[in-house]
């Protein structure tokens, strides 16, 4: 392999950070003379091997099956020492792209969740309220035990459905 040129790599990356038995994993990915790279790291240490996969979408004579490549030979270590200055931002964003996804997922779950206790608040709203309809007509004449009663079941079914 030719000597590594880092004027030739393109859409540097950090994805697939994740936390690891309390370390952080991620991988760092580029593209290079348009094969795909990537080299896992824990714990802020390589694990010694750089995949290389061929470009997307490649076929015929520009598809290759992936390889695993030794970072111990001279165009790894080139790699690694480009890659140095750069990994705690790249790991910064890895982390940060992580902790979206996971925020974001969160608050999907959380709006589910109240669309959940709404749905499962509506037949007690419902019932609530045609007692309500029910006492309407006659609501000069009902009884201070009987307003304490309905409004128990009101503040109820809307603590149920979480309004």
């Known amino acids: 392999m030719s000597a590594f ?3 030739l790599v393109t859409n540097l990356h950090c994805d697939n950070w994740q936390a690891y038995h309390g370390y952080p994993k991620f991988s760092i990915g580029f593209t290079y003379q348009g094969a795909r790279y990537h080299i896992w790291f824990r714990d802020g240490r390589d694990e010694e091997v750089m ?4 470009p ?4 015929g004579a520009d598809h290759f099956q992936p ?5 111990s030979k ?5 790699v690694l020492a480009w890659l140095e ?4 931002r790249l790991e910064a964003e890895g982390k940060a792209l992580h902790e979206a996804e996971i ?3 969160h ?3 959380l709006e589910a969740n109240k669309e959940a206790r709404v749905r499962d608040a509506a037949p007690t709203m419902f019932a609530v309220l045609k007692d309500v309809a029910a006492l309407l007509p006659c609501s000069g004449r009902l009884h201070p035990q009987d307003l304490m009663s309905l409004q128990t079941r009101v503040v109820a079914a809307l603590a149920l459905a979480g309004a």
């Open 5 to 7: 040129k880092p004027a």
């Open 51 to 54: 995949y290389k996969n061929p």
């Open 56 to 59: 997307l979408g490649a076929t």
């Open 67 to 71: 390889r695993k490549l030794e970072l």
């Open 74 to 78: 001279s165009f790894g270590l080139a």
């Open 85 to 88: 200055p750069q990994m705690a």
């Open 103 to 105: 925020a974001k997922a």
């Open 107 to 109: 608050a999907k779950q």
